[in-house]
Nanobody
Framework: EQLVESGGGSVQAGGSLTLSCQASESIGSLNAMGWYRQAPGKQREFVARITSARTRNYADSVQGRFTISRVGAENIVYLRMNYLEPEDTATYYC?????????????WGQGTQVTVSS
């Protein structure tokens, strides 16, 4: 697998979890890494993204509660999730983009489950 996620689990509302995602070295340098999520019966939605220049973007629903970070020059990204709400329950997918002058490639992880109980 090219993107390997870990860190999902079950937590009560108000709790915290940290997700991590490591990209395979075979992918090469990545322009951006981030997270999407998909709840049962809903479409996959954007959660957060961090670029190689460390520019961060967040969905409005997680702004101020979630923090995305990236380790140095390595293709590892973390998502620290604080003040979790039942509405955050979903499968979280790591996403990465490698863009060159010739091509744009996107990669997805297998998903990790986050369950928040009230």
């Amino acid at each position: 697998e090219q993107l390997v996620e870990s860190g999902g689990g079950s937590v009560q509302a108000g709790g915290s979890l940290t997700l991590s995602c490591q990209a395979s070295e075979s992918i090469g340098s990545l322009n951006a890494m981030g997270w999407y999520r998909q709840a049962p019966g809903k479409q996959r939605e954007f959660v957060a993204r961090i670029t190689s220049a460390r520019t961060r973007n967040y969905a409005d629903s997680v702004q101020g509660r979630f923090t995305i970070s990236r380790v140095g020059a390595e293709n590892i990204v973390y998502l620290r999730m604080n003040y979790l709400e039942p509405e955050d329950t979903a499968t979280y997918y790591c996403h990465a983009v490698r863009a060159t002058a010739l091509a744009r490639n996107e990669y997805w992880g297998q998903g990790t489950q986050v369950t928040v109980s009230s």
